[in-house]
């Protein structure tokens, strides 16, 4: 049983449960509370996240990320009042769009009052400045690859308008910003690909074993 629950993506091969078959590019949201039997019969790599759930989220649901279908089926929880904005019911598409950033588009996976997650797809060159990331950030590099400008305490703004080149993200790159943090980055030359997550980070940590604040 996820006693936090637990989000997946896909990422090659096809992972399977009691529930059916999710092949690369499939995004899952098991809540608190969910259980299921996963296994692989010819092997996969997925990218989860556990214990990170608001411990009164209900919705359970899978997206398809190249058709953008959103999926509830055998095993899948009724869609709570406001699915619309936490990942939608079964059937709707999610529709990617573009974001504050110029070149920077996002297909959204899910969303509520605590978190959002999505695929952002950046254009080669776009630049994507957030200061003062209230709630903190994680993201992992799909395709392409980025360049984080400054450093992450500082302003954003000042740190990609300097020109140098920072640390450099390539495909499996894995970045982690707490909350408070400025992300600066600015994507290669041909573009990159990321899933990220924001606001998950804002309130304390718990998990099975710990319970942790952050800093203030």
């Known amino acids: 049983e ?13 992972f399977q449960d009691e529930y059916g078959d999710f092949p690369a ?18 092997g996969c790599t997925i990218l989860v996240k556990l214990w990170q759930m608001d411990p009164s989220d209900r919705d359970q649901f899978s997206v398809d990320t190249i058709t953008g279908r959103v999926t509830r089926g055998v095993g899948y929880a009724a869609a709570s009042k406001d699915s619309k904005a936490r990942g939608g019911a079964s059937g709707d598409v999610a529709v990617a769009s573009k974001t504050k950033s110029p070149g920077v588009r996002s297909l959204p996976l899910h969303q ?21 990331l209230s709630g903190g950030l994680e993201l992992l590099v799909l395709e392409g690859s980025l360049a984080l400008k400054g450093g992450a305490e500082g302003g954003a703004e000042d740190g990609a308008e300097a020109g140098g080149r ?45 319970t942790m604040k952050p800093a203030a």
């Open 112 to 132: 509520d009052a605590r978190e959002s997650v999505g695929l952002e797809t950046w254009a080669p060159g776009a630049r994507v400045l957030e200061n003062g």
């Open 166 to 210: 920072g640390e450099e993200l390539r495909q499996w790159s894995w970045l982690r910003l707490p909350r408070g943090a400025a992300l600066a980055a600015v994507a290669g030359k041909d573009g990159a690909r990321v899933w990220v997550k924001r606001g998950h980070l804002a309130g304390d940590i718990t998990g099975p074993a710990l």
């Open 25 to 42: 590019g499939a995004y899952v949201r098991n809540p608190p509370g969910t259980a299921h039997t996963p296994y692989t019969e010819k």
């Open 2 to 14: 996820h006693g936090g629950g637990e989000e997946y993506l896909v990422l090659d091969g096809v």
